[in-house]
């Protein structure tokens, strides 16, 4: 089965730039999930999609947006791109569903390979 | 919130060796703590996870983790380190979203270098 993909790889923007990345989750997986990771800093959390609804969002400015899509695979964007946004950004699919406080999902996040992104 | 801490940005080994990583965690409730991997301009690849039970927690490539609720730590070993496993590594806890969802919070990362 295939993993978590995203694509680009690798791009390169400019300051004041637009940027969308995409993810396509594995399948079954109704969860994505987006993290920003700094060079020399561990990932952190910007969105959580599920059934194509933000269930959650990072500190981050709204700059940042994303969506889901019917098939779950979602994008990510950033507007007006500055020097500090240059990192690599993650997805990340799951089996997390809400917990209904009948039991406790606990699955861990599969990750892809990330998009690296350089802001000039 | 949740987060945890890793002390040593580079953990230096020699292949053959036992290896550990640390991590400890400042938690409200019961933790949920994960180890992940990080090779060269690659993604995260999940090792193990701690929910509840046993202390100690097996997981992929030989990795182990023991859980120490008295000392707040989730220290990841192995009994023998190769070389192929010099990488990245992250230790993570799971915060709970007011949406019910959850996120993991990452700690900053530590470079393990194992040396032929």
């Known amino acids: 089965d295939a993993g978590v993909t995203q694509s680009p790889t690798h791009l390169i923007k400019t300051r004041g730039q637009h940027v969308t990345l995409r993810c396509s989750p594995i399948?079954?997986?109704?969860?994505v999930s987006w993290y920003q990771q700094v060079l020399g800093q561990g990932p952190q959390f910007i969105f959580q999609?599920?059934?194509?609804?933000?269930?959650g969002r990072g500190n981050f400015p709204d700059r940042f947006s994303a969506r889901q899509f019917p098939n779950y695979s979602s994008e990510l964007n950033v507007n007006a791109l500055l020097l500090g946004d240059s990192a690599l950004y993650l997805c990340?699919?799951?089996?997390?569903?809400?917990?209904?406080?009948?039991?406790?999902?606990?699955?861990?996040?599969?990750f892809g390979e990330g998009s690296r992104l350089t802001v000039l | 919130a949740q987060s945890v801490a890793q002390p040593e940005d580079q953990v230096n080994v020699a292949e053959g060796n036992p290896l550990t990583v640390k991590c400890t965690y400042s938690?409200?409730?019961?933790?949920?703590l994960f180890w992940y991997v990080q090779y060269p301009n690659r993604g995260l690849q999940f090792l193990l996870k701690?929910?509840?039970?046993?202390?100690l927690v097996k997981g992929s490539y030989g990795f182990e983790a023991e859980f120490n609720k008295s000392q707040t730590s989730f220290h990841l070993k192995k009994p023998s380190a190769l070389v192929s496993d010099s990488a990245l590594y992250f230790c993570a806890v799971r915060e709970r979203l007011n949406t019910g969802f959850q996120k993991l919070v990452f700690g900053t990362g530590t470079r393990l270098l194992v040396s032929p």
């Open positions: 399948s079954g997986h109704k969860s």
């Open positions: 938690v409200s409730g019961n933790p949920y």
């Open positions: 999609y599920y059934e194509k609804e933000e269930r």
């Open positions: 701690y929910i509840t039970g046993d202390n």
């Open positions: 990340a699919s799951s089996l997390l569903e809400p917990t209904t406080g009948r039991g406790d999902d606990t699955g861990e996040l599969f």
